[in-house]
T-cell receptor, first 116, second 110 residues
Framework: GAVVSQHPSRVICKSGTSVKIECRSL??????MFWYRQFPKQSLMLMAT?????????EQGVEKDKFLINHASLTLSTLTVTSAHPEDSSFYIC????????????FGSGTRLTVV | GQSLEQPSEVTAVEGAIVQINCTYQ??????LSWYQQHDGGAPTFLSY??LDGLEETGRFSSFLSRSDSYGYLLLQELQMKDSASYFC???????????WGAGTKLIIKP
């Protein structure tokens, strides 16, 4: 149980375009999902907390207008990288849990974004 | 501030036992989690300690001592496939976010 599906796994886009990444909880409902980015050989950096039916909470330094998060249902959250630039190239990962307090978090398989 | 510290790299021999330590300076957290991440992959949940003591899951065990602000992950009967990065992460009780350590790269030699 506790499967999180993330698509696409890899995407290459041109500078200035937008990319949408989907994160789905397949066998549980997730009122909260988390979006991370990770640079090579570094730890995960939390970008935002996605809450179903309400606005996402962004971490300090993360541009909310650039990284648009939509959590329209209990099983789907999307991250849209708008007007992408090469410095946005990174590994983006979502995570969720059936229970926020007594269970490990399940991660999507991640999306490798390359902006050229 | 809140932080978790763990060694950057640990080397062990196949079939041996290895312990990865995690010390933290934080308050207000539900428990300590451990995740494994292979190169190019996403983190995979290994273990979670909400209470002090030892949690055993197959070849992996995790320990937590809140009074010492310390935890560790113990890997037994090491296999080459265990070569990966291991992260400790504290689950915060204020917002259910995970505060991550920098990760420990485990190198296993034959």
């Amino acid at each position: 149980g506790a499967v999180v599906s993330q698509h696409p796994s890899r995407v290459i886009c041109k500078s200035g375009t937008s990319v949408k990444i989907e994160c789905r909880s397949l066998d549980f409902q997730a009122t909260t999902m988390f979006w991370y980015r990770q640079f090579p050989k570094q730890s995960l950096m939390l970008m935002a907390t996605s809450n179903e039916g309400s606005k996402a909470t962004y971490e300090q330094g993360v541009e909310k207008d650039k990284f648009l998060i939509n959590h329209a249902s209990l099983t789907l959250s999307t991250l849209t990288v708008t007007s992408a630039h090469p410095e946005d190239s990174s590994f983006y990962i979502c995570s969720a849990s059936p229970s926020l307090t007594d269970y490990g978090y399940t991660f999507g398989s991640g999306t490798r974004l390359t902006v050229v | 501030g809140q932080s978790l510290e763990q060694p950057s790299e640990v080397t062990a021999v196949e079939g041996a036992i290895v312990q990865i330590n995690c010390t933290y300076q934080t308050s207000g957290f539900y428990g300590l989690s451990w995740y494994q991440q292979h190169d190019g992959g996403a983190p995979t949940f290994l273990s979670y300690n909400a209470l002090d003591g030892l949690e055993e899951t197959g070849r992996f065990s995790s320990f937590l001592s809140r009074s010492d602000s310390y935890g560790y992950l113990l890997l037994q009967e090491l296999q080459m496939k265990d070569s990966a990065s291991y992260f400790c992460a504290g689950l915060m009780d204020s917002n259910y976010q995970l505060i991550w350590g920098a990760g420990t790269k485990l190198i296993i030699k034959p």
